[in-house]
């Protein structure tokens, strides 16, 4: 059965409902820049009252190794997600929590570039979002159901894949079944409004992704 990660939450309520509706990971996206953008302090409050059993992603753009690890140390983030090119191998393997390394995919994107990064730094997570030039994330731009499933199939070898991009409750189900990820990963797609998720999509979501 096909993981969950509900992302950018942004208030206690959502959070409990996606708990509620059985969502597998929760995102909090700590990039200042974002419009779904939660304070440390914000995410630590929901956190602490999470279920034990949902994993907590942290959402990362630019920040150093250091300042990752205190962000995780401070609120309670399980797993970090990498929107950062940049980071060298020796930064990447410095951060304390599990990673997922996002991969933006676009025209000429090279899959030997993701076994690359994982035979570099040994880590196996990574998550497909479609490529936008001024947007990471949350774009409502979808990754061709072809070129993904190619991913997955590469990635599955060595590897987890999550994808993202353009998801909502309409086309999840055929999605997963196309694709046949280890995830999925939503934000705009459920929403009622920036930041703020629709109890019905969500719930929708979640019910049809699981079942597909």
Known sequence: MVKVKICGITNLEDALLACDYGADALGFNFYERSSRYIAPRKARQIIQK??????????????TPEGINEICSETGISLAQLHDDTLLVQAVR?????????FRVQPGFKVTDVKKFYQQTGIN?????AFHEKILGGTGKQIQAEQAAKLTAFVSKFGYSVIAGGLNEKNIKQVVKAVQPYA??????????????????MRLFIKRAKSA
């Open 125 to 129: 997570n990574f998550l497909f979002d």
């Open 50 to 63: 999470l279920p034990s059993f949902i994993q907590t992603v942290g959402i990362f753009v630019g920040d």
């Open 184 to 201: 999925v990963d939503v934000a705009s797609g459920i929403e009622a409004e920036v930041g703020k998720k629709d109890p019905e999509k």
């Open 94 to 102: 410095s951060i304390s929590v599990r990673v997922l390394k996002t």
